[in-house]
């Protein structure tokens, strides 16, 4: 029920020009057909349906949430409106979170001009950063992290490959979300290394794509500010506090 009512939600946004895009766990369901078995193998819940949108849209996508049977929050629309709206369905009870070009979380990852790419959902990029940005990283981060890159390939370009040179080029510049990204790399890494339920072929293939994602990273020429940056290192605080925010995709 629950991704058959994001997917009415996505068309019906289509039908009007509107750029509604799933991110969160349907995201990755959607993207992940081949090895979406992952998520029950190991256990992954869906709870709540998260969107990506643009804000030169939100009036419009208002409209259209409130003829698809949907109330806004008022006091989440009050403080944080112009940036994410929260919407619930009160005669099913599902529970909506919509963020307005782009995701603010440990670290900001930006939509703009990036929501043509896929018809249905953030681009596979943006579904890796999303989870790699946590600082509290937790199993279900983990959980969809590997049937991301399990089920595509890492390269260049292609609606279907994550693009680990764009990637990497946005972490050159930001040494917060670097040293963040890379050390859940190395979570994801060491967890499905050890976890029993995942297939040895599976654990070769998703460790050889983290590696991948590394090594583009690491070798990716840094920018002054990333430099400066790097030199202050944990010392000072280089993630966004989000404890004051509604939950997380």
């Not at 990506?52 to 006091?75: F, H, N, V």
């Not at 943006?126 to 279900?140: D, G, N, T, Y």
Request: with cysteine.
């Amino acid at each position: 029920m629950m991704k058959s009512e994001a997917m009415r939600i996505v068309g019906e946004g289509s039908k009007r020009d509107l750029h509604v895009r799933l991110l969160g766990a349907i995201a990755f369901q959607t993207r992940c057909p081949k090895f979406s078995f992952l998520t029950l193998r190991l256990n992954r819940v869906l709870s709540d349906v998260d969107f990506a949108a643009y804000s030169t849209e939100s009036p419009r996508i208002s409209g259209m949430m409130r003829e698809l049977g949907y109330e806004d929050q008022p006091m989440i629309t009050a403080l944080f409106g112009d940036r994410r709206t929260i919407w619930d369905n009160r005669t099913s009870g599902l529970h909506v979170d919509i963020f307005l070009d782009k995701l603010e979380m440990n670290h900001d990852i930006s939509f703009q001009n990036r929501l043509d790419i896929d018809p249905f959902t953030i681009p596979l990029e943006e579904m890796l950063l999303e989870k790699m940005q946590i600082v509290r990283l937790e199993e279900k981060d983990i959980v969809d992290t590997t049937m991301l890159l399990r089920e595509h390939e890492v390269g260049g370009v292609g609606q279907e490959t994550i693009n680990a040179r764009y990637i990497a080029k946005l972490l050159s510049n930001d040494w917060g979300f670097y040293y963040t990204f890379t050390n859940n790399m190395g979570k994801v890494k060491s967890w499905i290394t050890k976890h029993e339920h995942v297939d040895e072929e599976d654990k070769k293939d998703v460790c050889a794509k983290i590696d991948t994602i590394l090594q583009r990273a690491t070798d990716e020429p840094k920018s002054f500010r990333w430099e400066a940056r790097s030199k202050i290192g944990t010392k000072k605080k280089w993630y966004n506090d989000v404890e004051s925010l509604p939950g997380r995709p």
